[in-house]
């Protein structure tokens, strides 16, 4: 009889360990989405709206579902990871806000910069037939000798799981032109086209380089005559703001 307690003493003894330790483990998705881990994924989307690389709705959405799962509250859905598509990294992509204080070898655009590597070149606010969009294209002209001119984004942030970067602009060209499109700086992918008479949507691909935190794109004009641009977009594929 002693022994047939002793048992199921032992027995009841090994049932409550196995319930505390059951009960002390969490589901993987709490483990994974601790409160700190939470609270840095809050600072990262301040951060990104910050930078302007995402929509206010976008910002808004992310935003009230990192707050659910603070307060344990959070459903998943299937949309998150169909979202990236809102995210163009182009601020001012129309050229539409203009720079009435800037020299034409310097970029003409709030948000652009740019820079002359010598030729004899002008950045203008191409009007009329020649802007796609609004009121305004970026123009650049050579006016003399070749040589390379360009207007470039800040520095972008790489955002976790990018797999592809890709770049889209609508050019109309003049005259001899060349352009030439280069991801630098934390990625990689060139583009060098002669653009024709009609508007054309160009597209480059940039690959992002291992552990690259940010990167750059360029728009170089490396020919003679004339190249106007409108309506850019740079989108990062794959790119989950969630991590
Ligand atoms: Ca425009």
Partial sequence: MRRICLAALICLGLAATVWVLVAQQKPPQDQYWTKERIQQCLKTVDKLRAQGVVS????????????????GTFKS???ATQETGEVNFIQNAGFEEINRNSAPNRSRWLWWSGWDWGGDYENFWATGENKRSGEYAAGIRCTGRTGRIGI???PLPMLPGTTELVFTIWAKGEGDNMLF????SG???TLRQKIGPEWTEVTLKGEPEQGAKEFGLYIYVVGSGTIYLDDAKLVPVGANLED
């Fill in 56 to 71: 206010e709705q976008h910002y808004q959405k992310k935003r009230a579902m990192l707050q659910q799962r603070l307060a």
């Fill in 187 to 189: 990625a990689s992918g």
């Fill in 181 to 184: 499109l280069n991801f630098e």
């Fill in 77 to 79: 859905t299937a949309l």
């Fill in 152 to 154: 470039f984004t800040p």
